[in-house]
């Protein structure tokens, strides 16, 4: 089971998550929709697409800009697996294996 953790709050914990470049990618079924809100944020990577972002809000913290990605569309049969699943930055929350 891997785990997502802001100041103890969960963002996302699964035991079906998909390892792609060092990085957890979540079921979206799995991730705690009421801490975490829309970013504006978007980026490309060119073999994923355009990966959006979002923010995470928890109890004792400071709001977290961009805590969390996820490709909405993939645009390569390599990436589909992760479409739609969300990454956590390392730097910015827990994760971790329990």
Known sequence: M?????NGTVLA???ETIVVE???YFPPSTVN?????????????PWKG???YYNA???GVTPV??????????ITDKAKP?????????????????
């Open 82 to 98: 992760i479409e739609g699943y969300v990454a956590f930055y390392k730097n910015k929350v827990t994760i971790s294996d329990a």
């Open 2 to 6: 891997v785990k997502a953790t802001l």
């Open 33 to 45: 929709d009421k801490a975490l809100t829309p970013s504006d944020t978007h980026t490309t990577c």
């Open 13 to 15: 914990e699964s035991d």
């Open 57 to 59: 809000s928890v109890p």
């Open 65 to 74: 800009k961009d805590v969390a990605w996820y490709y909405p569309t993939t």
């Open 50 to 52: 355009v990966a959006s």
């Open 22 to 24: 060092g990085n957890h």
